[in-house]
């Protein structure tokens, strides 16, 4: 049974870091890229950063956030710092390799003074 859980979410304010996990279990981890997306309210889902084995990131959050992972771990990262209130929403996990991708429940991330 695969299994995506999201952890590392909470309240926190604007300049300050969070660091989220991402704990896969029920495929072969270290063969699928591995994705954070968010979801702000009334926005559509958006691809955050990905990693297979160098991380990749959207325009708006590079040089702010870092992905990483640990095959031993079964474990995806994202560093998040200089957090902003438009970093707010639900951040998910994705496990991906054509044609199956799995997803997370996610997290809430909210940034706020």
């Known amino acids: 049974q695969v299994q995506l859980v999201e952890s590392g979410g909470g309240l926190v304010q604007p300049g300050g870091s969070l660091r989220l996990s991402c704990a896969a279990s029920?495929?072969?981890?270290?063969?699928?890229?591995m994705n954070w997306y968010r979801q702000a309210p009334g926005k559509e889902r958006e691809l955050v950063a990905s990693?297979?084995?160098?991380?990749t990131y959207a325009d708006s959050v590079k040089g702010r956030f870092t992905i990483s992972r640990d095959n031993s771990k079964n474990t995806v990262y994202l560093q998040m710092n200089s957090l902003k209130p438009e970093d707010t929403g639900v951040y998910y996990c994705?496990?991906?390799?054509?044609?199956?991708?799995?997803w997370g429940k996610g997290t809430l991330v909210t940034v706020s003074s």
């Open positions: 029920g495929f072969t981890f270290s063969t699928y890229a």
């Open positions: 990693i297979i084995t160098i991380g």
């Open positions: 994705q496990a991906r390799s054509p044609p199956y991708h799995y």
